[in-house]
């Protein structure tokens, strides 16, 4: 019962900017980190950025400097802000989100279903 709604992906220029979003909705009773992925066709799935519970945050070195993650906690949303944007940044995006479900022994990992970013030269 726990989802993930991206948006905020599209095609943009080299030097242009876009922000995602990811929406955590369902029977939530907490949310621990929460995270960006891409994966660019015949690569491997990398981490972007991630930011913990109480706000810290990490980097791929790749875009240190050009992107910031931010999260609400009232809306369970998570934010990716691209600024200088790189045609080697296009990819789908995928959020992952750490979440324990309300009546839940546990936590799980919840993965959004992708948003396609494609920067032109």
């Known amino acids: 019962q726990v989802q993930l709604v991206e948006s905020g992906g599209g095609l943009v220029q080299a030097g242009g900017s876009l922000r995602l979003s990811c929406a955590a909705s369902g029977s939530i009773f907490s949310i621990n980190a929460m995270g960006w992925y891409r994966q660019a066709p015949g690569k491997q799935r990398e981490l972007v950025a991630g930011?913990?519970?109480?706000?810290?945050?990490n980097y791929a070195d790749s875009v240190k400097g050009r992107f910031t993650i931010s999260r609400d906690n009232a809306k369970n949303t998570v934010y990716l802000q691209m600024n200088s944007l790189k045609p080697e940044d296009t990819a789908v995006y995928y959020c992952q989100v750490s979440a324990q479900r309300m009546g839940a022994l546990y936590g799980n990992v919840y993965w959004g279903q992708g948003t396609q970013v494609t920067v032109s030269s």
């Open positions: 930011i913990g519970s109480g706000g810290s945050t």
